[in-house]
């Protein structure tokens, strides 16, 4: 399944949720916000919502600013 | 520390913002810094209860590694995400959102940037994502330029704290215009922070002296030679300004006026 992932292309398995992708790029949940196409996903969505062919994600943290 | 800057530390003066108290009045930000470590002792230095963050694409390639807030706790800060970079109303408004989400908080500062070179805010685009934001349910803490009529008009919508700029972002080059920062402290009844410009101690000390609620500032501190003795500084710098607005400074005279008596003068 190819989808974006933070403006790159990402090819990821089929059938996985927001979760097992966090899991997989060892991201804390809590520490992250996640729009999925153009939609902002809230926290208590991530374990039931999958990933399709096309999704265009944006995963961000806060980080140093001023 | 000396017991007269406990003394300051401990009176009872504060600032509040959406309904949360606050008694240190130097707001930092958290970039530039060489390190984290360097970010964490600054920010103690600073005395801050109020830290300015980013949000950003997480790096997809480098997992979670450190992140800031195993240095710089939120439960112990509150994090005031920020829309810096950010040119339109839509990347700003999508950018808090994401904020809000990320950190479980409405309490934000919104910045929108009309030009690289002088990061100058755009007015009309800063009013427009206030309004998106404020009818959204967010706090909205409002970086803008040191024009009064703009600045009322973000009160009048609703903004929670008036940010104007001392001088571009980064330049350090202190307030340029007293007048306008003192204008806007008088015409408004949320608190006023100069945000932006400030290049040492004595530019915090001057916002203060106008009457500012508070100074935010990230350059000045993470750019000095020593970030954690230039942190230290502004603290007290602070302090030092805002004791002397609550004095209320002496006259200024156009002739001189000698301090001890002429009286019982030997001959």
Redesign the interface.
Known sequence: MNITLNGEAFIFTSGSSISDLLKTLDLEVEKVAIERNMEILPHSLYDNTHIVDGDNLEIVHFIGGG | MSAAVEMLNTDNDFFEVAGQRFTSRLLV?????KD?TE?KKAIEASGAEIV???????N?HA??GE???DYVDPKKYT?L??T?GCFTAEDAI?TL???????GWNLVKLEVLGDKTTLYPDMEETLRAAKVLLDDGFDVMVYCTDDPIAAKKLEDMGCCAIMPLAAP??SGLGIQNPLNIELIIRQSSVPVLVD?GVGTASDAAVAMELGCDGVL???AI?EAKDPIRMARAMKLAIQAGREAYLAGRMPKKGYADASSPSQGLIK
């Open positions: 930000g958290t970039g530039k810094y984290f970010t300015t963050v980013a949000v950003r694409r997480v997809i997992g979670k992140m800031l807030q994090y995400p920020n810096a999508r959102r994401l904020a809000r989400e990320a950190g972002i980064g932006a500032m990230n350059t993470a």
